[in-house]
């Protein structure tokens, strides 16, 4: 009988465990996006670092100082989101040495998801922060789209 208890109870913390399990998942699919973008953002600081060899172009020391500032916010973000996974990593320890100890874990279950859940909070709004940064940035085809002027002939604007 007290081993049926026993199995019993580690059922049950498998499946208080399953949802920060899943949680996990989420995370490092997060993370695979976010190191995605950093790489990008290292790929294109060589790329303009050797064109600024070359010539010294305003447009491009500004380039790269934008680029340096998303690439400190998307480690920071990185930073944050894999505090968050090992947090989450530490919950679900915490639910097993819990139940094996037959200790009550819960109000240190509750500060660690809480932790973790600030630290994947403040991760993802550093991450917003990059994105709005690259955005700001963004000048695709702007040089080539003609400015729209009046032409008193026909009355209308032009593009």
């Not at 019993?8 to 973008?37: D, K």
């Not at 944050?80 to 639910?95: F, N, R, Y």
């Not at 695709?140 to 002027?149: C, D, F, M, N, S």
């Amino acid at each position: 009988m007290q081993e049926d208890t026993s199995v019993t109870a580690v059922a049950h913390v498998i499946q208080l465990a399953v949802a920060p399990v899943f949680l996990l998942s989420g995370i490092g699919a997060i993370l695979a996006v976010m190191t995605n973008r950093l790489a990008r953002i290292v790929d294109r600081g060589r790329a303009v670092k050797a064109e600024l060899r070359s010539a010294t172009d305003p447009a491009l020391v500004s380039e790269l100082s934008a680029l340096s500032r998303r690439a400190r916010l998307i480690g920071r973000s990185i930073t944050l989101c894999t505090t968050t996974a090992l947090l989450i990593c530490a919950v679900i320890v915490v639910l097993f040495v819990g139940a094996f100890l037959g200790v009550d874990t819960s109000t240190l279950v509750a500060l660690l998801f809480i932790a973790a859940m600030l630290a994947f909070f403040w991760g993802l709004t550093t991450f917003l922060r990059e994105i709005f940064l690259a955005t700001a940035y963004i000048h695709i085809g702007l040089e080539q789209v003609p400015t729209p002027t009046n032409d008193p002939a026909d009355g209308s604007a032009r593009r």
